[in-house]
């Protein structure tokens, strides 16, 4: 996937700036996709050249003029393809495991050590998710469209952090 899929998916949702994209990054989008401001400001100006955006200038008080991005037909039809193309299921590449696998060479306190921060940063953000479930889907079956797929990557996403969480617990039962 190239970043400016994930961008004309979040502009599809809701048309923004450089800026309150650069924001729904930082608190959803990013925690399956991640981009700095810098790679999503350069990307937008790919995407109006290649015509896949359209940026309307809107005046603000006190302010220099905000661009604001939607996804023109272009855009669409280029979303409408990427989403029907076939993706290759990504293959897990995990540092730690192989520092696990390789824990007979080294220094085991050390690793467990290591263990338990990557447990305790993977709850936390398991905690993150969890509070965005409960605060912006508190009735999942009755979701549909959009929110229903929004709840769906986020039930992903916690998935993934409880088998992270459990299995860093494991191995430190078991080291």
């Not at 994209?21 to 990013?30: N, P």
């Not at 050249?49 to 991005?69: F, H, L, M, N, S």
């Not at 709840?151 to 494991?170: Q, S």
Request: hydrophobic share 40%; net charge negative.
């Amino acid at each position: 996937m190239a970043l400016e899929h994930a961008i004309l998916v979040s502009l599809s949702e809701l048309s923004g700036s450089g800026y309150e994209l650069a924001r729904r990054f930082d608190k959803s989008i990013g925690f399956f996709w991640s981009a700095t401001h810098q790679q999503i400001y350069r990307t937008l100006t790919r995407m109006d050249g290649a015509g896949w955006i359209t940026g309307e200038a809107v005046a603000q008080d006190g302010r220099p003029d905000k661009k604001v991005y939607s996804v023109s037909a272009a855009g669409r039809a280029e979303l409408d393809r990427w989403i029907a193309a076939p993706t290759d299921p990504s293959q897990l590449r995990e540092e730690l495991a192989v520092k696990i696998r390789g824990a007979a060479n080294g220094d085991v306190e050390s690793l467990k050590v290591e263990v338990a921060r990557h447990r305790d940063v993977h709850a936390t953000r398991l905690d993150v998710y969890r509070l965005i479930e409960k605060q912006d889907f508190p009735a999942p079956a009755a979701l549909t469209g959009t929110a229903l797929h929004q709840y769906l990557v986020l039930r992903g996403g916690i998935r993934v952090e409880e088998g992270f969480t459990e299995w860093c617990t494991e191995v430190l039962e078991k080291l």
